[in-house]
């Protein structure tokens, strides 16, 4: 079994200021071949169940019945950046089914994209629950009811068959029986479920090889984050650069509290790690590690590299430190 070290450290002058310890697990094929710390520790999934939740309104055939396209499907598994294009699919997405911004669950928040929160600061328009990272998960799970004939009103609810039906996806392909996961609430107000590290990996392992294999629901998927990068995540987020910087080759998906699992399809991998503390700022170095790790490039392109080594600048833009991965 292979040992990986990950943990990210944070410096000031010559001093390490702060230290967040990673967690890890590898998974080719149904098997565990990496890890870092504790594979099995049990964390909050967030938004890297989003593939899997969207996986219900394609198989019961709700989705075609819309007449939505890749676009609508990538958006459903993103977590956007609050962009136009991304805010105009949701929109759209709701006309689709009879709604509108008001009937999404989820609050509020800023634009997680630098472009995005330009862009709303200019417009001089209030945040509306389109800028959600999370309002095209929303919005397919609202075509979900409304296409098997459910109550719109209350689909976020842990106890709804919308929600019943995306935590049974996810137990399908992460192994973990349903009745086992603990669930709880996210902060778009869905369910989210709890599992273990080398679960979460299996899943995207799983996931992965059937894209490889052609698999329709899968391959649809695959398909509509691979012609969509940008949708996923926004011009500056992570997993559109990893998509971007890898020609499609590898899908990472970010969550949040420090969470982030990634696939390499044609390699049938599949990985999560998780920052103990929740710090965003060591997720991203430490995914750019294990795909390295994995041996993913021969040379580290310049957009990735800037993840692992970053520098920590003051008030005046004086470099004064740097994020970096631990000295082992």
């Known amino acids: 079994m292979r040992q990986l070290h990950l943990d990210v450290e944070v410096t000031r002058g010559d001093t390490v200021e702060s230290r967040h310890r990673v967690h890890a697990a590898v998974v080719e094929g149904d098997q565990l071949i990496a890890t870092a710390r ?19 309104l394609l198989t019961s055939g709700g989705f075609d019945t819309l007449n939505w396209g890749q676009e609508e499907l990538a958006l459903a598994c993103a977590s956007h950046g609050g962009e136009p294009e991304h805010t105009a699919i949701a929109q759209r997405m709701l006309a689709s089914i009879g709604l509108e911004e008001g009937d999404l669950a ?28 999370c309002s095209g998960k929303h919005s397919a799970m609202l075509a979900r009811a409304h296409t098997m004939g459910w109550a719109t009103r209350g689909y976020q609810r842990i ?37 273990p590290l080398d679960r ?15 698999d329709e629901v899968p391959a649809r998927i695959g398909a509509a ?18 998509l971007h910087e890898t020609q499609g080759r590898v899908f990472a998906k970010v969550g949040a509290e420090g969470v982030h699992t990634v696939m390499i399809p044609e390699r049938k991998i599949g990985f999560a790690v998780k920052v103990e503390d929740g710090a965003a700022r060591a997720q991203h170095a430490a995914v750019v590690a294990v795909l390295q790790a994995l041996e993913i490039f021969a040379e580290l392109p310049q957009k990735l590299a800037e993840y692992v080594q970053k520098p920590v600048k003051n008030t005046r833009g004086e470099r004064v430190g740097e994020l970096r991965m631990a000295v082992e």
């Open 106 to 133: 989820c609050g509020p928040h800023e634009p997680l994209s630098a472009r995005g929160a330009r862009l709303w600061r200019e417009s001089g328009q209030p945040l509306t629950r389109l800028h959600n990272n």
């Open 200 to 214: 979460m990996a299996l899943a995207y392992a799983r996931l992965g090889a059937a894209i490889e294999a052609g």
């Open 159 to 195: 106890e709804h068959q919308v929600q019943r039906a995306c935590l049974g996806e996810v137990s399908c392909w992460s192994g973990v029986p349903f009745d086992d996961m603990a669930v709880a609430v996210d902060g778009c107000s869905a369910a989210v479920m709890a599992l």
């Open 38 to 56: 504790d594979p099995h520790l049990v964390s909050m999934w967030r938004s890297c169940a989003k593939p899997f939740q969207v996986m219900p």
């Open 225 to 242: 984050i691979r012609a969509n990068p940008t949708l996923v995540g926004g011009t500056d987020r992570f997993d559109t650069v990893v």
